[in-house]
């Protein structure tokens, strides 16, 4: 375990993080009292589930149509 004052943890972040990713347990202390535990993201290795919002959601049937007005806004012919 390694235990770092703020001071010293700005100086040397870099060092921490590969510490810390490593797998050894690294702490940021302030005043030698310790404050947080720094901490590799390890990404969510489990499969996604979809589904949730079926039956939920739903598209209107001129969700594609270009109304005339915005067309017009951007120059397009409407005819």
């Known amino acids: 375990m390694e ?5 010293e943890a700005k100086s040397r972040l870099s060092k ?7 797998g050894e347990e690294v702490i940021i ?3 030698g009292q ?10 969510d290795e ?3 589930k979809g589904g949730q919002w079926k039956g ?6 001129d ?5 005339d007005d915005i067309a017009t806004a951007f120059g ?4």
Do not use: C, G, W, Y
């Not at 235990?3 to 001071?7: F, G, V």
């Not at 969700?63 to 109304?67: I, S, Y």
């Open 3 to 7: 235990i770092a004052n703020i001071h």
């Open 16 to 22: 921490l993080i590969e510490h810390a990713l490593s």
């Open 29 to 31: 202390a302030k005043a």
């Open 34 to 43: 310790p404050m947080v535990r720094l901490v590799p993201i390890r990404p």
């Open 46 to 48: 489990s499969p996604r």
């Open 56 to 61: 939920k959601v739903q598209i209107a049937e």
């Open 63 to 67: 969700f594609d149509a270009l109304p």
């Open 76 to 79: 397009m012919d409407t005819e």
